[in-house]
């Protein structure tokens, strides 16, 4: 709340409140009191765009009329926002820029917090080095970096924060250089620029088990930006959904081996156009195959228990194609009515059915560099290649993305004494046909729902030409 002073003077009868020569608003009229406080938030004022909490405070920022104006409570009293100077008072301050930029976010990060305006980014933090508490007597706001943010909330990771650009195109990073003693906003998608191209809608960030930055685009694709800054781990990848687009995403940090990642897709099924909620399956998050009738890659999938060949349940997929996993990797293709399917083939087990998922992995272009200059633009030659697999099953290798490729790994898999396939881990070893072309394009794919992990691969070819 801002505090209003209101001199008084006597009217007729009446005691009547001015404001410089005018009168105040009428709802301090009649009201037997020498002082007045007027909202900082209203319809009128504006209402704040930014919240956080530091220092045992609740922060706000960013107004209508003061876009530029942070406010900070009472110690411990998150609803008192009186000012003074006693330590544990409230504390406000102005960000001192040449533009009037609303604030959009407020974070806390080290000793201070983080602020960022649709143009720039501030540390506000206590006098000298900022190491001190901030209290009503030392603070002070210093503009770090002029990137501009948008209107979502910056996302704290393990030594960073990361906030997307006010295009929604771009996603920076704001970390602390101890080589320079300075802070940095590097650009994150500098190497991968048209991947953001309709602008990023929502994101949140995966912790476990491997970090992941989850980015909603407003063409409703889902991406994802693998990001260990401390090991120098920082790609990004592209996630579809058969028929569907995503629309927002949540995380919820889980006591097992993987965070639950929840999202919100937009289907058309069987002609109407449905909202589903949907998380990933854990087990496909953990890298864990011990139990291998326990992973699911299909999209919109449902784990039901089967008896014999009728399978029932599965009226949100109305009128769908669907792939059913039954018995470990076997697989059937069904066309759902009435909400069942009949199964080929009874089985008595754990079935997970749901919409196939066709997956698509193209590294860049092959590069070379050689004693006398790069390999580019000259011709190549692939004839085998050697790939290093965990827990996998099927997929194809074309070193031509138009073309369909051929099977790979089901001749090294092992089988128990049932017949049964089991994922393989370890080397492969391929031949391609031998073709002299411009470049080597190797696009790997995969459509059965049972786990391919590519680790790696070698590719031996030969290069000639000037």
Known sequence: MTRLLIPFKVKGTGVVPLLAGGWVPVECVDVAATTFYRSSFSSENGYPSAIGLHNLRLW??????????????????????ALGDNDGDGMQITLNSTEANLVRWIASYRQGLVVGTDGEEWTVQGA??????????NIQAIQRNRSGT????AIQT????????LTGRKVFEFSYAFTSDDYKSPDMTLRAEHITKSGIVDFVFQAEPDPVLWCVLANGTLLG???NRENQIAAWFRRTTSGGLFESIATVRSDGDSDRVWTVVKRTINGSTKRYIERFYPTAQEFNFDDPTDFCYLDCAKKTTVTGTAVSGLGHLEAASIALRVDGIRTETKTVASGAVTLTTAAVTNLFAGIPIASTLQPEPIEQILQDGTAQGRKFNAQRIQLLLHSSIGGTVSDDPALSGDAIGYPAFATTGGGAIVPHTGRIEEHIKPEWKDAIELTFKHSDPVPFNLLGFVLKAEISGQ
């Open 225 to 227: 930006f693998s990001y």
């Open 150 to 153: 948008s209107a979502l909330a």
């Open 128 to 137: 000298g080095d900022g190491s001190e508490v901030l209290t009503p007597s």
């Open 158 to 165: 393990r030594d960073s924060l990361l906030w997307v650009s």
């Open 60 to 81: 706000f920022g960013g107004t209508a009329k003061e876009p530029n104006v942070i406010r900070a409570s009472n110690v411990d009293d998150y609803f008192n926002f």
